[in-house]
């Protein structure tokens, strides 16, 4: 059991250590709310945006741009977390799982069902949590240039300096 426990908690923090910093979530709204597009900051320029989706370089130009949300939705982080969450635990109930023992035995898919369902519960009780305390910047550009500026020097911290 301690063996278990040992390996569940290295894989963890090995999980979690910082790495390298990467390029900043953005999704770019239009007038109406709709996504335009989502993918990672590249860089601005004097009147676009440039980011990277699914490998590919695309630049958007203001006059297209409303509204700059940045970093991922709130259900974005509670569903990871909930899928972490319930992955971990259906492993460690496989892994306790006793069928013979003394006061509360239980089988390996009966673990793997209440590792789930606790999982589930309690990765979104946590990402919720995470998630509710986390800052999403919202920039409003409007559609207009004269916007761009301040816009463009609030994504200045979010850029990668290479």
Known sequence: ????????????????????????FIR????????????????????????????????????????LKLRRSFGHTVLVTSLIAAGSLAILGAATADPDAWIFGYTVAEGIASGLISGVLIGGAA????????????????????????ARDALRIYLIVE
């Open 1 to 24: 059991m301690r063996t278990i426990i040992t390996i569940f908690l290295l894989s963890f923090l090995t999980a979690t250590a910082p790495a390298q910093k990467k390029a900043s």
């Open 28 to 67: 770019v709204f239009d007038e109406s709310g709709k996504t335009i597009q989502r993918g990672f900051l590249q860089k601005t320029t004097d009147s676009s945006l440039v980011m990277t989706v699914h490998k590919k370089t695309v630049e958007i130009p203001v006059t297209q741009i409303s509204i």
């Open 127 to 150: 990402g919720s949590i995470i998630a509710g305390t986390r800052n999403r910047p919202v920039i409003k550009l409007d559609r207009k240039i004269e916007n761009w500026p301040v």
